[in-house]
């Protein structure tokens, strides 16, 4: 991704995966986010949906200058709203979408669930919303945890988030 610097990286998630270490390891699925900020190409943060935060998590997201909401923010303010306060207009952009960022009914096979996430037409007017507020030159879709998706459900939810969100995409273009 250096070569489309500087990036701004938009990470829907639950959890702020803003950890240092976690149980000693600085490489781990809680500590991504914190990585990407070290990255000399990356221009800006900012986290949507959190909700089940450490306040050491917070607190050094808040001392790098990430945008922070929460998902009662997005259900408060409205998705396009809390985009456009938070995500830097015109660059390029990285979108990472962990889907134990939606409520959990709507993704029990993931690895993480967490009650009270977003609805899928949150996250869906969210992910227009950044596809239209600078260019998207990459994303990734993490969590799907398939041995515990039964009936198939979460896997179509996120088959689905892939189509609308390069449809936003392409349509922004």
Known sequence: MERFAPI??????????F???????RYSHGSQLR?????PYVRSITAIGLRNVFR??????????????????????GPAS??????PEGGNLYVSIDIDVLDLPIVPGTTLPEPGGLSYRDLRGLLDA?????HVVGFDIVELDAPHDLGGATSRVTTWLM???????????
């Open 8 to 17: 701004d990286v938009v990470h829907f998630d639950a959890h702020s995966d």
């Open 19 to 25: 950890v240092d270490h976690f149980f000693g390891a």
């Open 35 to 39: 990585r990407l900020s070290e990255l």
């Open 56 to 77: 050491v998590e917070y607190e050094d997201l808040v001392a790098y200058g990430a945008g922070v909401a929460t998902s009662l923010d997005v259900l408060e303010e």
């Open 82 to 87: 809390v985009v456009e306060r938070l995500v």
């Open 130 to 134: 950044t596809a239209r507020r600078g």
């Open 163 to 173: 189509v609308h969100f390069l449809s936003s995409i392409f349509d922004a273009r």
